[in-house]
């Protein structure tokens, strides 16, 4: 069993930025791969960026603003946003899944409650 908890939404202006954390409990940590996903109000929930063993993975949306990274020794995987959009507004889940780290949400089999970010303009 995996848990995992989000942290660092909150409040900023456009072009500003953010930092989400994830932190995960469990003592495999290394061998999951890992995604950001977020899903604005009245919206299905989408793809953000993923990392595991096979490879870095951003949505085109997010691409040269965001940047997932992760740290096994903390158990914690990051989202530095720059360059916020009031369209980057939404709440943003992380999300376990052992092995690789799909784009696709159903694949996932451990989420977050999730962290707000509200982007103004």
């Known amino acids: 069993q995996v848990q995992l908890v989000e942290s660092g939404g909150g409040l900023v202006q456009a072009g500003g930025s953010l930092r989400l954390s994830c932190a995960a409990s469990?003592?495999?940590?290394?061998?999951?791969?890992m995604g950001w996903f977020r899903q604005a109000p009245g919206k299905e929930r989408e793809f953000v960026a993923a990392i595991s063993w096979s490879g870095i993975f951003y949505t085109d949306s997010v691409k040269g603003r965001f940047t997932i990274s992760r740290d096994n020794a903390k158990n914690t995987v990051y989202l530095q946003m720059n360059s916020l959009k009031p369209e980057d507004t939404a709440v943003y889940y992380c999300?376990?899944?052992?092995?690789?780290?799909?784009?696709?949400?159903?694949?996932?089999?451990?989420w977050g409650q999730g962290t707000q970010v509200t982007v103004s303009s």
């Open positions: 999300a376990a899944k052992r092995g690789i780290a799909p784009i696709t949400a159903t694949a996932y089999d451990y």
């Open positions: 469990g003592h495999t940590f290394s061998s999951y791969g």
